[in-house]
């Protein structure tokens, strides 16, 4: 069965770093999401894609992060200058396009650390 | 900003026994998505519920939304230890745009 895949599991970083997440959302997907969950908290939507451009974003996606589709398989996200806030599990989700294909399918996630 | 409330936040209950989980959400939408969460994984998507009065059923879970009063409901049946997890509820906003609920971490005790 396809899934979503996420690279890399973890990821440590300094403050002040870039890191880019990647995703490899299934192959006939056409909407794509980035969520992401502090330990022990709950899930929080950042920004969906659809067409090669941004959907909808939320507060939390400021002109830090962004977003890219750089071929027809992956899709990152950018954090250009890392924050001790942005430690955080960061989930990637796609889903079809059309009625009745709302479910998302999530990755397995990227645990980043920004020490 | 939309707020989604889940209630009870943690729930223990024995084997066997029936119990409900509750979201109330703030603003008018006619989606909602109930998600699985086991400790240290992914999402699991359990229901998408598109319509007032919609319902679904899954094994021992059963979905239901109720979009004038904002709410939403997830029920278990005759508990299982296996069900032991956090389950989410979320709200699209429109437009492609999420809102979780807090949370209800579920045990399930022998």
């Known amino acids: 069965e396809p899934e979503v895949t996420q690279t890399p599991s973890h990821q440590v970083t300094q403050m002040g770093q870039e890191v880019i997440l990647r995703c490899v959302p299934i192959s006939n997907h056409l909407y794509f999401y980035w969520y992401r969950q502090i330990l022990g908290q709950k899930v929080e939507f950042l920004v969906s894609?659809?067409?090669?451009?941004?959907?909808?974003k939320s507060e939390i996606f400021d002109d830090q992060f962004s977003v890219e589709r750089p071929d027809g398989s992956n899709f990152t996200l950018k954090i250009r200058s890392t924050k001790l806030e942005d430690s955080a599990m960061y989930f990637c989700a796609s889903r079809r396009q059309g009625l009745g294909q709302e479910t998302q399918y999530f990755g397995p996630g990227t645990r980043l650390l920004v020490l | 900003e939309l707020k989604v409330e889940q209630n009870p936040l943690f729930l223990s209950m024995q084997e066997g026994k029936n119990y409900t989980i509750y979201c109330n959400y703030s603003?008018?939408?006619?989606?909602l998505y109930w998600y699985r969460q086991d400790p240290g994984k992914s999402l699991e998507s359990l229901f998408v519920?598109?319509?007032?009065?919609a319902v679904k059923q899954e094994g021992r879970l059963m979905a239901s939304l109720d979009t004038k009063a904002r709410l939403s409901t997830l029920h278990i049946t005759a508990a299982v230890h296996d069900l032991s997890a956090t389950y989410f509820c979320?709200?699209?906003?429109?437009?492609?745009?999420?809102?979780f609920g807090t949370g209800t971490s579920l045990t399930v005790i022998p």
């Open positions: 519920l598109l319509s007032n009065g």
């Open positions: 979320a709200v699209d906003k429109g437009g492609n745009q999420f809102y």
């Open positions: 603003t008018t939408s006619d989606r």
């Open positions: 894609f659809y067409n090669n451009e941004i959907s909808e």
